[in-house]
């Protein structure tokens, strides 16, 4: 059974940097028929997909326009995990976010992180 | 993007009642479409992908069906434990987009 664990800061300040990690059992980070990724929640937004990360003999990294100028999503072989990284966060980064496998749907979540950004 | 409009976006139903939930993409996303559920603190759950093929574990009371740009999720003699919130989301081209969600309430 796949299980994707969340972990990272709850509070942020807005202009410094959101960083979360999703810790990977049951699966690998590396497999190739599964992408790698992160989507966050809010009541103003709804669910919006962030960005993801696959292996096909190499690694990729796809990301929304919305925040590609912002946002890092880099695979960890050796932990085999994953993360996120949005720069420059304001209120508006303010939300639930989640980590989640894809293989034809997104069929494994993370329990999901409520990220709040203020001073 | 593709724009996903779910209809309706809440529902008040009985139990035993059939319940349906419609989801319509702004341009052609032929089969490439996904129901979810979601409960109050909770991820969401995957429960129907390519339109109407059913996860495993999940309920035959659930169905989906649809294609193009016209989709529907159906529940079948709705239970308690089904109430939360429905959302669809394409998976035709990146990004992906869900619907605005459908809350479903007794």
């Known amino acids: 059974q796949v299980q994707l664990q969340q972990s990272g800061p709850g509070l942020v300040q807005p202009s410094q940097t959101l960083s979360l990690t999703c810790a990977i059992s049951g699966d690998s980070v590396s497999t190739n028929s599964a992408a790698w990724n992160w989507i966050r929640q809010s009541p103003s937004r709804g669910l919006e997909w962030l960005g993801r990360?696959?292996?096909?003999?190499?690694?990729?990294?796809e990301y929304a326009e919305s925040v590609r100028s912002r946002i890092n999503i880099n695979p960890d072989t050796s932990r085999n995990q994953f993360s996120l990284q949005v720069n420059s966060v304001t209120p508006e980064d303010t939300a639930m976010y989640y980590c989640?496998?894809?293989?034809?749907?997104?069929?494994?979540w993370g329990q999901g992180t409520l990220v709040t950004v203020s001073s | 993007d593709i724009q996903m409009t779910q209809s309706p976006s809440s529902l008040s139903a009985s139990i035993g009642d059939r319940v349906t939930i419609t989801c319509q993409a702004s341009q052609d996303i032929s089969n490439y479409l996904n129901w979810y559920q979601q409960k109050p603190g909770k991820a969401p759950k995957l429960l129907i992908s390519g339109a109407s093929n059913l996860e495993t574990g999940v309920p035959s009371r659930f169905s989906g069906s649809g294609s193009e740009t016209a989709f529907t999720f159906t529940i079948n003699s709705l239970q308690p434990e089904d109430i939360a919130t429905y959302y669809c989301q394409h998976f035709y081209n990146l990004p992906y987009t869900f619907g605005q969600g459908t809350k479903l309430e007794i």
């Open positions: 989640a496998r894809d293989e034809g749907g997104l069929d494994f």
């Open positions: 990360t696959y292996y096909r003999s190499k690694w990729y990294k």
